[in-house]
């Protein structure tokens, strides 16, 4: 990244409903106005999992009026990192991105107790993409 720009980063997942919600929220909460950030789903789900929010509020993140949004080019285009968990070959590939795929549990249909150990792998791997993306 140059040292001037603000990093974009693009969450995708399938459903856009729990795994890339987190990672949104996480990144939001501990990197501020540091970085941009975007997440999307290549089918995207009619609400956010009500066991990732209750999850993410147990850690003071209220993610209640998150929405699941549809991936599109133009959101691929406009990121300079592109993290994907679980949505294969449906997002798009451009030269020049930095492109992460993490290998995560989705919990869809999952309760409380199954979204907290993905919740938390989600928060440790912000904190590590903080570090690699962000001036200090």
């Not at 929405?67 to 020049?96: H, N």
């Not at 309760?111 to 150990?117: F, M």
């Amino acid at each position: 990244m140059p040292d001037t720009a603000r990093p974009t980063v693009l969450f995708v997942c399938v459903h856009n409903a729990g795994r890339s919600q987190m990672a949104a929220a996480f990144l939001t909460h501990l990197a501020g106005d540091r970085v941009e950030v975007r997440s999307a789903g290549s089918t995207p789900a009619d609400a956010v999992n009500p066991s990732v929010v209750a999850a993410m509020a147990e850690v003071g993140i209220d993610i209640s009026a998150e929405t699941p949004k549809v991936l599109t080019v133009e959101a691929v285009r406009a990121s300079d990192v592109v993290i994907t968990m679980g949505c294969g070959d449906t997002c798009p590939v451009f030269p020049g991105k930095r492109y992460l795929d993490w290998q995560l549990t989705d919990p869809a249909g999952q309760g409380v107790d199954a979204v907290r150990p993905i919740r938390d792998e989600i928060e440790k791997r912000i904190h590590t993409l903080i570090a690699e993306i962000t001036v200090p």
